[in-house]
């Protein structure tokens, strides 16, 4: 009776484990991303982008390689000094995650921010990126 309330424990303990593995997305978006924008540093930002990454800034929208959008978005910042990014929400499930936040920029503008971050090569990287008018 004894073993058997023992084995009754421990398959509890490793279902509720394994239930709460699977509850929660496997992996984060790297807070780096976030810092990076909060400063406005392409250069930063852009180790976390895909080999390519859809970019759309205001009315300009195309996929990029990682080098392109990395002066894109130098261009960006350069015309719009960056003063905040708070982020407003992020979610997503296993394997695909995004994350939607305000920059605002030392001229008074505000942007609405939107990343899709999806696992590969095993990290988290960077497959699309939006920047539109608030």
Not at 42 to 62: C, G, R
């Amino acid at each position: 009776m004894m073993k058997n309330l023992k084995k009754l424990v421990v398959l509890s303990f490793i279902m509720a484990f394994c239930s709460s593995i699977f509850a929660f997305p496997v992996f984060d978006i790297p807070p780096k991303i976030f810092d990076a924008m909060k400063v406005g540093n392409s250069t930063e930002l852009t180790k976390y982008f895909n080999t390519t990454v859809e970019l759309v800034i205001l009315d300009k929208e195309d996929v990029y390689s990682k080098q392109q959008a990395e002066q894109i978005l130098k261009n960006f910042f350069d015309k719009n000094k960056v003063k905040n990014f708070t982020l407003l929400h992020q979610g997503g499930k296993s394997g695909a995650q995004y994350a939607i936040g305000n920059l605002e920029t030392e001229d008074g503008k505000t942007y609405r921010v939107y990343f899709l971050v999806k696992e590969s090569g095993g990290k988290p990287l960077v497959h699309q990126m939006r920047i539109e008018k608030e």
